[in-house]
């Protein structure tokens, strides 16, 4: 699993968006078993209280559930995943076509950039 992490900014909200982004996406199944919070701290560069807090949050959410000894698990429902994934699209979206208005560009002129955009 590949985190991209800006330690800017809090981590542990990262953390839930992008273990949703990851649900949303199929990378992580419904009722799989997540990395544990050790393991994910190491492969994100972070501090295991931080995965922690994070994986209750997401607890909290109904995205993931713990089984004492065994560890965490993607919920059966990922429809709360999904609705962050969309969110979060949304809000970027919205950031994106704010900061480039804010340059002085129409969004006719935004639309034609992100169309000749190399993705790749």
Same mark, same amino acid.
């Given at each position: 699993?590949?985190?991209?992490?800006?330690?800017?900014?809090?981590?542990?909200?990262?953390?839930?968006?992008?273990?949703?982004?990851?649900?949303?996406?199929?990378?992580?199944?419904?009722?799989?078993?997540?990395?544990?919070?050790?393991?994910?701290?190491?492969?994100?560069?972070?501090?295991?209280?931080?995965?922690?807090?994070?994986?209750?949050?997401?607890?909290? %959410?109904?995205?993931?559930? *713990?089984?004492?000894?065994? =560890?965490?698990?993607?919920?059966?429902?990922?429809?709360?995943? $999904? !609705?962050?994934?969309?969110?979060?699209?949304?809000?970027?979206? %919205?950031?994106?076509?704010? *900061?480039?208005?804010?340059? =002085?560009?129409?969004?006719?002129?935004?639309?034609?950039?992100? $169309? !000749?955009?190399?993705?790749?």
């Amino acid at each position: 699993m590949k985190w991209t992490l800006d330690k800017a900014t809090p981590l542990c909200p990262q953390i839930c968006e992008q273990v949703c982004v990851k649900i949303a996406l199929g990378e992580f199944k419904p009722g799989e078993k997540m990395f544990s919070v050790r393991e994910t701290a190491v492969l994100a560069g972070v501090n295991p209280n931080t995965v922690q807090k994070a994986f209750e949050k997401l607890e909290l %959410d109904g995205i993931l559930y *713990s089984v004492r000894g065994s =560890g965490w698990f993607v919920c059966e429902d990922i429809t709360k995943a $999904k !609705e962050t994934l969309e969110t979060l699209v949304a809000q970027k979206t %919205d950031a994106y076509f704010t *900061s480039l208005k804010a340059l =002085g560009l129409d969004t006719n002129s935004i639309k034609n950039y992100v $169309k !000749e955009w190399d993705y790749e």
